[in-house]
């Protein structure tokens, strides 16, 4: 079993920054997929980036490209969303998901709010 656990989620004005934590139980070295979704009030679930195992680049929603980045720290077993230059259409919940041995994984979620 994986827990996920996301932290540094609030309230930020037009243009600001947040850093989001996913915390994972267990190794992260043998993941086959690591990624963080979003869902707007009122909208469904959107991929936000993801690193794909035997990839060397991680993946981008249209939305976010140049303005968010994923990483991961395998030493500290955790992944990170930097989120630069936000936007009040960036306002959501903010998912983090893995597929470890092919079994989907998924944190509680953490608000972000993004004021105009």
């Known amino acids: 079993q994986v827990q996920l656990v996301e932290s540094g989620g609030g309230s930020v004005q ?6 989001l934590s996913c915390l994972v139980s267990g190794s992260i070295d043998n993941m086959q997929v690591m990624d963080w979704y979003r869902q707007p009030p009122g909208k ?5 980036a993801e690193f794909i195992r035997g990839t060397l680049n ?3 929603a249209d939305s976010v490209k140049g303005r968010f ?3 991961r720290d395998n030493a500290k077993n955790t992944m990170y969303l930097q989120m630069n230059s936000l936007k009040p259409d960036d306002t959501a919940v903010y998912f983090c998901h893995v597929i470890r041995s092919y079994m989907n994984y998924w944190g509680k979620g953490t608000l972000v709010t993004v004021s105009s």
Do not use: D, F, K, P
């Open 14 to 19: 037009t243009g600001g920054s947040l850093r």
């Open 58 to 60: 991680a993946n981008y």
């Open 44 to 48: 469904q679930r959107e991929l936000v």
């Open 69 to 71: 980045t994923i990483s």
